[in-house]
């Protein structure tokens, strides 16, 4: 069993940062694809950024390139995601997730352990 825990969300203004933070326990998977995706109230959840096994290789949606950045602490078994530049679109429930794969996907029907989600919030 994998159990993911997300924090660092919160409310920021537009154009601010946030850190957010994925600690994984259990077995077998600390190696494993990481990922975020985001839901916004009255949308489907999206994919936001995905890690592969080693930190080697990244792919983002494209309207968070080049302002988020996700990225891995293996030791530390935990999974981050860096948001600068915020934007009031940017505001959702985020949410980290793992699976069996260790390549990068975008597609959440590849991740099998999802954690609760943290809040992030802009104003305008």
């Known amino acids: 069993q994998v159990q993911l825990v997300e924090s660092g969300g919160g409310l920021v203004q537009t154009g601010g940062s946030l850190r957010l933070s994925c600690a994984a326990s259990?077995?077998?998977?600390?190696?494993?694809?990481k990922a975020w995706f985001r839901q916004a109230p009255g949308k489907e959840r999206e994919f936001v950024a995905t890690?592969?096994?080693?930190?080697?290789?990244?792919i983002y949606e494209d309207s968070v390139k080049g302002r988020f950045t996700i990225s891995r602490n293996n030791a530390k078994n935990t999974v981050y995601l860096q948001m600068n530049s915020l934007k009031p679109e940017d505001t959702a429930v985020y949410y980290c997730a793992t699976g069996e794969k260790t390549g990068v996907t975008s597609n959440d029907l590849d991740y099998l352990y999802w954690g609760q989600g943290t809040q992030v919030t802009v104003s305008s």
């Open positions: 259990g077995r077998g998977f600390n190696s494993n694809t």
């Open positions: 890690i592969n096994w080693d930190g080697g290789r990244t």
